[in-house]
């Protein structure tokens, strides 16, 4: 991956022609791609599995898909590179093979590091792609483990500041995430938790309405805690404008990039973010419930010794063994020098196995770059909602509540559909091999993933899409 970027260049939408809703078309878009081989390096669910209500024949990892799915879930959970059944292999070996020395020795043409730096390598890979330095990522626990954690250091409520600005529609395990820290802390949710969100019939939240609430609160708020992405309607914030009207007004901010990590370019670093958290399984394809990564800015990773050799300086948090210094950390003297940077806000012992697969994955990303990411992502995106609107008969039976502006989302449309329509569609998708994630009552999710999803299979969700909604008529 690149260095961290300095800008992020304006998203201009594609254009195409109006032979566009085509088989040939599709596939012309697929032949010059310049991320088509990346295909190759994931393993594509079968349409017989996928479809199957029943328990299906386990697949061997290097066994190709005779008549592979549709798979639009990405933002839900990534499909398999075929890497990680190599790198835990590998790492299984290890294990057999020197068991306990694993924590301390490499081993000869292995692609993992020792037990104990494993974390912070898969860090340093994580960081171009957040847009951080290696020193501001941690690998650890899981997207909520990580907020509560990090909430536990940025969230310092008094009886005068004690609210926290947050999504109207947060992810439940965020919403549930803040309301348990506001009660642990003697304050009421109700009263403390602002909602920020749309207009009434409206689904995309203005930069502008984001920065006048912060206004209207910010003497009595402790923390703003947004989303990167909108999880229910794909909504990209600008992260970089929130942050710094946030911090003008001397508030901490944080994001929580469950759905921008490994989707769209993030410059944490730059733009000056105080902590971040996500997960890895979804757009970064490391596996249902794989390990989850968080950052925290330098400044407030600092850890100062005093020249007294007295206690060391630093933010407080939620302390573990493995966030101390590496140096120190097996002493067992129960004098805790964090590391510095994210890492020393560690607190347990992470699995090797789970680590292991995301330097698999990781090992995927290391061969491309966000940008050439994202260029496809625009694209494929592009191509999706020009097929829905060009060829559908009645435009009226559904709502693309996704902004039509490509730099405010990411490679996923939500698509509202009219009352009564989401089994009848979600039941031709199904049977047609076709993996989306949906919303009751009426919402499903859509996301072309740029290393795995052709032109192709998103020409094929559209041909299926209409004819579900004429069936509905």
Same mark, same amino acid.
């Given at each position: ?24 078309? @599709? ?46 879930? =990405? ?12 790198? *835990? ?23 993992? &590091? ?10 340093? %890979?994580? @960081? ?14 899981? $997207?909520?483990?990580? *907020? ?32 348990? %820290? ?17 207009? /009434? ?21 402790? $923390? ?37 990590? =490994?989707?769209?370019?993030? %410059? ?17 394809? @490391? ?19 005093? @020249?007294?050799? =007295? ?21 067992? /003297? ?11 806000? %560690? ?14 994955? *990781? ?8 940008? /050439? $990411?994202? &260029? ?65 009552? /009426? ?31």
């Amino acid at each position: 991956m690149g260095s961290i970027a300095t800008e992020t260049p304006r998203a201009e939408k594609p254009i195409f022609s109006a032979d566009a809703n085509s088989l040939e078309y @599709a596939r012309s878009l697929d032949a010059k791609c310049h991320m088509r081989e990346f295909r190759s390096k994931f393993i594509i669910p079968s349409k017989e599995h996928t479809k199957s209500k029943k328990a299906v024949k386990v697949v061997k990892s290097d066994e190709p898909s005779p008549d592979p799915a549709i798979y639009f879930c =990405g933002n839900s959970l990534g499909l398999q590179p075929k890497a990680i059944s190599e790198f *835990l292999q590998i790492h299984l070996n290890t294990w057999a093979s020197i068991g306990v020395h694993g924590h301390f020795r490499d081993m000869e043409g292995s692609p993992l &590091k020792q037990w104990q730096l494993l974390a912070e390598h898969a860090s340093e %890979q994580q @960081a171009p792609i957040v847009g951080a330095l290696p020193s501001e990522v941690a690998t650890m626990g899981s $997207l909520t483990m990580n *907020l509560h954690l990090l909430m536990g250091s940025f969230y310092c409520p008094t009886s005068t500041k004690n609210k926290v600005i947050l999504d109207w529609k947060a992810f439940p395990s965020d919403h549930y995430c803040v309301e348990s %820290q506001i009660r642990m802390h003697g304050y009421n949710p109700a009263e403390s938790m602002i909602f920020m969100g749309p207009k /009434d019939g409206e689904y995309e939240v203005s930069t502008e309405s984001i920065l006048k609430l912060i206004d209207e609160h910010a003497e009595t708020t402790c $923390l703003v805690l947004l989303p990167g992405i909108q999880y229910y309607t794909g909504q990209f914030f600008d992260i970089k404008q929130i942050t710094a009207y946030a911090q003008s007004k001397g508030l901490l901010i944080g994001w929580d990039c469950a759905h921008a990590a =490994g989707n769209v370019p993030l %410059q944490l670093h730059d733009w000056n973010v105080d902590f971040a958290v996500w997960c890895t399984y979804k757009y970064m394809n @490391a596996g249902p419930g794989a390990i989850a990564g968080l950052y925290v800015h330098e400044r407030h990773g600092k850890v100062e010794f005093p @020249a007294d050799n =007295g206690a060391p300086v630093f933010r407080p948090r939620l302390s573990g063994w493995y966030g101390g210094d590496q140096v120190g950390r097996f002493n067992m /003297d129960n004098k805790f020098r964090p590391s510095p940077g994210a890492s020393g806000y %560690q607190v347990s012992n992470p699995s090797v196995i789970d680590l292991t697969a995301l330097c698999g994955s *990781l090992s995927v990303f290391n061969q491309t770059s966000m940008a /050439d $990411l994202r &260029k496809k992502a625009l694209s494929i995106t592009a191509y999706l909602e020009h097929l829905l609107y060009s060829t559908s008969n009645n435009n009226r039976a559904f709502k693309i509540i996704t902004p039509n502006e490509p730099a405010a989302r990411g490679t996923q449309l939500s698509i509202l559909l009219k009352p009564g329509r989401l089994d009848t569609l979600s039941e031709m998708l199904e049977d047609a091999g076709i993996v989306v994630d949906k919303r009751k009552p /009426d919402v499903i999710r859509v996301a072309p993933v740029p290393m795995y999803n052709t032109y192709e299979d998103v020409w094929n969700f559209v041909q299926v899409f209409n004819q579900a909604l004429a069936k509905c008529e």
